[in-house]
């Protein structure tokens, strides 16, 4: 007989210590996640669940860095809608959608699939990517639903940022619109014909320069030999993205939009000092903004003035130019003879240190 309850107690355990387990980073359908619970990713470096920012009562969901002193959220589901008190719950519904329902069970947030699951879960990936997949089938080719592909103001390893024709999908940063606001505002970072471009308002506020095989041409911080991280930008038929990985598993960095300095910024995590340390921002000074001295023309930070015609090129307007109002750019100082080569001094003049032109507007041929 006691042979029999040691059998039962263990089996208990046993029981007890799987549910445990699969709770850690993952639920199924007939689980739920409440305010105070969180999941863990398997190499203990994300969480996800709520969280609260400064001093308001509100209630995010989210994924964080676990192991990081300092409170750092990555993503948020529901930045513009939050929940009002400790009451909110996570589960996934009848029709296989991961939902936010607060205190009368209206949905305050949820995953949108266009198909069903049989045995769907939850899980969060040792990427911090929290993805809502069938329980016996974790290739991330089949993901119902991933976060990775709703990006709001951090880019972490693994993540795109681009568009996926066959998807219908667009992967943009948007900065929070405070640091206690994590509603996503009009400062936007995006991949628009191979080159970066960060937008205010919808205007173009930088742009990273164009792709040309090896690197983005007005991108120093950029360059391939970095010791952080390798990077791609892939472009083809069906999609066009920019994806960075860390070359060292040790390190922690991470990409974020920040609203308050109207940067880019990837930022490395010092261990010794339990800070963030920037190690690269754009735009980097008042030249790297984008068409501060308008077309054809050259920004030097250390001259004054800073903007300066090409060669062969003057200020479509003088008064203007001398008034430092530089937006209107250069015109050339005689138009082009290409019909008459025999009289014609035109030629090639190389410049060096400039971005390529704007390719926003191009088609590319790529047959």
Excluded at 71 to 87: E, L
Excluded at 167 to 192: N, Q, V
Excluded at 360 to 366: F, G, Q, T
Aim: glycine share 8%; net charge positive.
């Amino acid at each position: 007989m006691s042979v029999l309850i040691f059998v039962l107690i263990n089996a208990v355990l046993i029981l007890r210590f799987c549910a445990v387990s699969l709770a850690a980073d993952g639920i199924s359908s007939s689980q739920s996640i409440r305010d105070g619970r969180t999941l863990v990713s398997r190499n203990g470096m994300f969480e996800f669940g709520f969280f609260g920012l400064g001093n308001s009562k509100n209630r995010y969901v989210g994924i964080w860095y676990k192991k990081i002193p300092v409170q750092t959220v990555v993503w948020v589901a529901n930045g513009c809608n939050p929940i009002s008190d400790s009451s909110g719950l996570l589960m996934i519904n009848s029709i296989c959608n991961l939902v936010l329902l607060d205190r009368n069970k209206s949905i305050v947030w949820s995953t949108s699939l266009s198909k069903q699951a049989k045995k769907p879960m939850v899980q969060l990936l040792d990427s911090g990517n929290l993805v809502l997949r069938e329980e016996e089938n974790g290739s991330p080719e089949d993901y119902l639903w991933q976060s990775f592909d709703y990006p709001s103001d951090t880019l972490l390893p693994g993540m795109k940022i681009g568009w996926d024709l066959t998807k219908g999908l667009k992967w943009r940063l948007s900065a929070w619109k405070s640091w206690d606001d994590p509603c996503s505002s009009d400062f936007t970072f995006g991949i628009e014909s191979r080159e970066g471009y960060i937008r205010e308002r919808g205007e173009v506020y930088y742009r990273t320069g164009t792709w040309n095989g090896f690197g983005l041409s007005g991108s120093p911080d950029l360059k391939p030999d970095n010791l952080i991280y390798d990077y791609e930008i892939v472009s083809n038929a069906n999609q066009t993205y920019y994806m960075y990985n860390l070359k060292n598993s040790s390190v922690i960095s991470r990409v974020v939009l920040n609203q308050t300095t109207r940067t880019r910024q990837r930022l490395v995590w010092m261990e010794r000092s339990k800070s963030w340390k920037v190690f690269a921002f754009v735009p980097r000074d008042f030249c790297d903004n984008y068409g501060r001295c308008g077309a054809n023309s050259n920004c030097v930070i250390n001259e004054n003035p800073v903007c300066r015609c090409l060669r062969g090129f003057k200020p479509k307007s003088q008064e203007n130019w001398n008034l430092r109002e530089w937006s209107e750019g250069c015109v050339r100082n005689n138009p082009l003879s290409c019909h008459d080569k025999d009289k014609s001094d035109d030629d090639f003049v190389k410049f060096v240190g400039l971005k390529l032109p704007d390719t926003r507007n191009i088609w590319v041929n790529e047959s």
